[in-house]
């Protein structure tokens, strides 16, 4: 293998990143449901430093969060394809989106568990020592 043939496997690997972070970019800026996830997200991390939350807590923080977006990116994927191929109504290209979103909500819901097994007895404790004084 010659130094080209490096090169240029190491512009395709560059170049998939950047189809990439554009693709993340554009459904950034277009989709309201990606964009609430993010600000949870947000949320989430602060909350998570301000309660110095264990290791173990921060993994299932982390999956919560990256799961929930790389389902929203997924669901929004399928709706476009879906809308690329028909503009009519459909029986089943209703289907399709509405699967799609369905689990986004699957894994919303789970991560919304996750967040109240981690921070409900946090917050229940840091009341519980504003109730003191």
């Not at 560059?14 to 554009?26: I, N, P």
């Not at 264990?54 to 993994?59: A, D, F, M, N, Y």
């Not at 919560?64 to 459909?90: C, P, Q, W």
């Amino acid at each position: 293998m010659g130094l080209k043939d490096k090169t240029s496997k190491g512009s395709r690997w560059r170049k998939t990143f950047v189809y990439a972070w554009q693709g993340l970019m554009d459904a950034l800026g277009k989709e309201k449901n990606l964009q609430f996830h993010f600000v949870f997200a947000s949320i989430m991390v602060v909350c998570s430093f301000i309660f110095s939350i264990s290791r173990t807590e921060w993994l299932f923080v982390i999956l919560s969060i990256f799961g929930v977006i790389a389902l929203e990116l997924m669901n929004t994927a399928v709706e476009r394809v879906v809308d690329l191929v028909t503009k009519e109504y459909h029986p089943l290209a209703k289907q399709a989106k509405d699967i799609a979103a369905a689990s986004v909500l699957v894994y919303a819901f789970m991560s919304v568990i996750i967040g109240l097994v981690i921070f409900l007895p946090k917050v229940i404790q840091l009341f519980e020592k504003w109730l003191v004084f």
